[in-house]
C-alpha cells in the first residue's frame, strides 16, 4: 500500500521570506500529484500538481518539485504572505481516481 | 465558491438520532466522494460514486449510508453514531479518469454526543 508522510508537523516562516513544505511517498507506481491547502474552517484547495513525467512545475508564487528517484515532494511558496497561513497536504495517486493517498498535513504560520 | 456544497456546514446528534448530509456539485464532474478528517490523521476515503454507481466502500459501518440519487447530488445518511464518528465530513468531485484533481466543498462538522 501506499504510505506518505510528511516531515514537519508545523512550520513557522516570516512573512515574506520563501517556505518549503515536503512529502514523502512509498510507492514507485505513483503517477500523479497534487498540493491542497486548507484554510481553517474550509474544504482542501487545490494549489498545484504535477505527473511523474516532470520534475517540476511552477504557478503563481508556488513551484512542486517531484525526486521520483527518491519519492520525495516538495511544495515551494516564494514570498510567504499572511494569507498563506493554512494546513497543507499533498496528495499521490497510484492507480487512478480512486487510489489516492493523502499526507496528514503540515500547518504553515507565516508571522508578521 | 468552491463549487462543491455541503450542507449543513455543522451538525450535532446524539447517538440515536438519524441526519443526513448533503452534497451538490456544479462543476459537470461524473465522479463523488465522502471523505471523514479526523485530527491529526490523513484523509479517510469512505465511499466513492462514479456515474451514481457506488465503486468503493471503504470498510466503512453500516451505521454510514451513502445515496447517489444522480451524478450532482450526493448524501450521507447517519443513524445510530458512535462519539468516534465526530469528525469533518468532507464531499468530493473529480472527472472520472486516471489523474483529475479532487473538488471539495467545505465539510459538514459532524459531533456526536
Known amino acids: 500500500g501506499e504510505s506518505v508522510g510528511l516531515h514537519l508537523p508545523t512550520l513557522s516562516v516570516q512573512e515574506g521570506d520563501n517556505s518549503i513544505i515536503n512529502c514523502a511517498y512509498s510507492?514507485?507506481?505513483?503517477?500523479?500529484f497534487i498540493w491542497y491547502k486548507q484554510e481553517s474552517g474550509k474544504g482542501p484547495q487545490f494549489i498545484i500538481d504535477?505527473?511523474?513525467?516532470?520534475d517540476k512545475r511552477q504557478g503563481q508564487r508556488v513551484t512542486v518539485l517531484l525526486n521520483k528517484t527518491v519519492k520525495h515532494l516538495s511544495l515551494q511558496i516564494a514570498a510567504t504572505q499572511p494569507g498563506d497561513s493554512a494546513v497543507y497536504f499533498c496528495a499521490v495517486y497510484s492507480g487512478g481516481y480512486q487510489k489516492v493517498t493523502f499526507g496528514i498535513g503540515t500547518k504553515l504560520q507565516v508571522i508578521p | 465558491e468552491t463549487g462543491v456544497t455541503q450542507t449543513p456546514r455543522h451538525l450535532v446528534m446524539g447517538m440515536t438520532n438519524k441526519k443526513s448530509l448533503k452534497c451538490e456539485q456544479h462543476l459537470g464532474h461524473n465522479a463523488m466522494y465522502w471523505y471523514k478528517q479526523s485530527a491529526k490523521k490523513p484523509l479517510e476515503l469512505m465511499f466513492v460514486y462514479s456515474l451514481e454507481e457506488r465503486v468503493e466502500n471503504n470498510s466503512v459501518p453500516s451505521r454510514f449510508s451513502p445515496e447517489c440519487p444522480n451524478s450532482s447530488h450526493l448524501f450521507l445518511h447517519l443513524h445510530t453514531l458512535q462519539p468516534e464518528d465526530s469528525a469533518l465530513y468532507l464531499c468530493?468531485?473529480?472527472?472520472?479518469?486516471?489523474?483529475?484533481?479532487?473538488?471539495f466543498g467545505n465539510g459538514t462538522r459532524l459531533t456526536v454526543t
Open positions: 504535477i505527473r511523474s513525467n516532470m
Open positions: 510507492n514507485s507506481a505513483s503517477d500523479y
Open positions: 468530493a468531485s473529480s472527472q472520472e479518469y486516471r489523474n483529475s484533481p479532487l473538488h
